[in-house]
């Protein structure tokens, strides 16, 4: 399968709304959670690591989460990582799963540790990449990343170029981002009912998205912290409190690599998920 051709959709009709995933392969559950920038959706974030984890020997699993793709949105009043972590409590029972890895990138990773903190028995492993819910021990927050993502749907609304503007700072080598991506995601972006609500409108200084100060330090998951060190949309120094906090978490980090490490180092980055979630 290439990396344009989207893969058949599954559907699980949930209490909270329907929930779209992708799969591949057999063995242990591996869950991705996408992050919140306008436009994102599973696959799309997931596209070079779906079918690689597949051939490394694991189910690899890649919903879109609540209001992002073709999942329903849900009410984000409880914060931007409770409706997620709901919604993969959905899916991992939809499953019959007794626990799955958590692979969490941005709001992904809140929402992966979220899910931890509500429910440490449904989940094993933790593999968070810039995730969402942490503070910077000395960067200007919210970051210029993160206010371009904020003000996407403000203004004038959404449009191509503010686009190009976030995914601008999602990397740190432009070079691997297509027009056609570009535009697959503002067509993601302007699907009717993203528009109606969109999941980060409300979100920057919602309190229940401080997820450092919730109890991470009673959590006994083996968790692993993955940072590019030009994240310009939740900088490394966010990786600091995390690591002082979670008791078993270590940190590998990218150099010349931006907030999407499995995208700009795809190889790698399974490699090093696929280790850690075997050993």
């Not at 051939?55 to 914060?79: C, H, L, N, Q, W």
């Not at 010349?256 to 050993?279: I, M, P, S, T, Y």
Request: aromatic share 8%; net charge negative.
């Amino acid at each position: 399968m290439s990396n344009t051709e989207i893969p058949e959709s599954h559907y699980v009709d949930a209490p909270g709304g329907r929930i779209r995933y992708h799969e591949a392969g057999e063995g242990p559950a591996i869950i991705l959670l996408h992050g919140g920038g306008p436009g994102a959706y599973g696959f799309s974030n997931y596209r070079l690591n779906m079918q690689a984890l597949a051939d490394k020997g694991f189910r690899a699993i890649v919903p879109d989460m609540p209001g992002y793709g073709e999942t329903a949105g849900r009410s984000f009043e409880g914060g931007l990582f409770a409706p997620g972590a709901e919604a993969v409590l959905d899916l991992i029972n939809h499953l019959g799963l007794e626990k799955a890895n958590l692979v969490g990138n941005s709001m992904g990773g809140g929402i992966s540790l979220r899910l931890a903190l509500d429910h440490p028995d449904r989940v094993d492993k933790m593999i968070l990449m810039g995730p969402g819910g942490s503070l910077p021990a000395t960067a200007t927050f919210p970051s210029e990343g993160l206010l371009r993502m904020m003000n996407f749907y403000e203004g004038e609304g959404p449009t191509l170029e503010k686009l190009d503007k976030v995914i601008d700072l999602l990397v740190y080598d432009r070079s691997s981002i297509t027009p056609e991506l570009v535009e697959e995601r503002f067509k993601t972006a302007t699907l009717p009912e993203t528009l109606a609500n969109p999941p980060l409108k409300g979100q920057a200084v919602h309190p229940a998205n401080e997820l450092w100060r919730a109890d991470i330090d009673l959590l006994p998951h083996k968790t692993l912290l993955i940072w590019g060190q030009e994240d310009r949309v939740l900088p490394l120094d966010m990786a600091f409190i995390l690591l002082k906090r979670i008791p078993n978490a270590d940190l590998h980090v990218f150099s010349k690599c931006g907030h999407w490490a499995q995208w700009e180092r795809a190889d790698e980055f399974n490699e090093l998920v696929a280790n850690f979630v075997a050993r």
